[in-house]
DNA sequence: TTGATTTGATACTAATTTAGTATCAATTAC
DNA sequence: GTAATTGATACTAAATTAGTATCAAATCAA
């Protein structure tokens, strides 16, 4: 049962990488070689994160990308329903055809509570959050590069 | 980000059916109809479960199958996990190659959190429990069957 | 003992989602 | 002008999920 997908997997760590140098831009390329992700993968996800106001770009040469809002501000929730839709356990609410009981679905109720919680638990972590975590591993291991595997 | 998929829905489906008469043997095509999942593909989640021991069967004409645990028992979290594998928020650490950074993983910190905490609350909550409640939801419609929607 | 009904086992197909690639136009720095 | 870059979008491939089909073995009842 795998919760994040491979766009929020990368988005966060391109994210992480934007956000530990917000001043300065990079290239999609250069950020796709420094984090192993697929060149054109990347450059789909970024464009989302551009549309979500969340990085910022300059096209041309010397161009690139650079994350646009405050690290702190920028929730893991926001990330994974971007790229995954809204936390739901099961898809009897929202898809096809609208659940018909939906005020007597017993499953409903005690998976619903499990959903929210998802949720506010990934509303309460933000990626300054995760950088700070990795600045806190890197410094302990006399600052060697750490790299990012969610 | 849907977390049931059809497999652990239907056999949820198809548990607290047979817990709310666990005396009784049932056929799978009766089940089936009564409950709208289609009849092959519950068989194999069935035979899945009768597998686990959640379920027994009997073979032949007035054959069919029961609940064979204890619904009180029977966690949301076990059925989840032999349809859909144990929780686990991203893949890293399972699957393809074992992540060879593991230990310093940011991501992985706080979203193994996440995947814990999931994973506890579904180990709380059993098909007994549901039932009880499907039941209470019953009685206070005055008895009508509800059909169940998770 | 034969036929209908049922599970056991397993192979197969179809649909959907996820992951990844490719292309070309527009913009910008030099 | 040219190289490097993003914007937009179409396309393909792989994996997962959902659903179907088939046949053998067991059981019951007439």
Chains 1, 2 share one sequence.
Do not use: W
């Amino acid at each position: 049962m795998k919760i994040l997908n491979k766009h929020s997997d990368y988005a966060l760590r391109a994210l992480i990488t934007l956000g530990m140098n917000p001043a300065s831009r990079i290239s999609a390329k250069a950020l796709s070689e420094s984090q192993g992700i697929p060149y054109q993968f990347l450059r789909r996800i970024l464009q989302e994160l551009i549309r979500h106001g969340l990085v910022s770009s300059k096209q041309g040469a010397a161009g690139g990308v650079a994350i646009s809002a405050d690290p702190d501000r920028i929730m893991v929730r926001e990330v994974i329903s971007i790229f995954q839709g809204p936390v739901q356990i099961s898809e009897c609410m929202f898809r096809r055809q609208l659940c018909s009981n939906r005020a007597n679905c017993v499953l409903r109720h005690e998976i619903m509570r499990i959903e929210q919680m998802v949720d506010d638990e990934f509303g309460k972590v933000s990626v300054g959050k995760l950088i700070a975590d990795l600045r806190r591993v890197e410094a302990a291991r006399g600052g060697q590069q750490v790299q990012q595997q969610p």
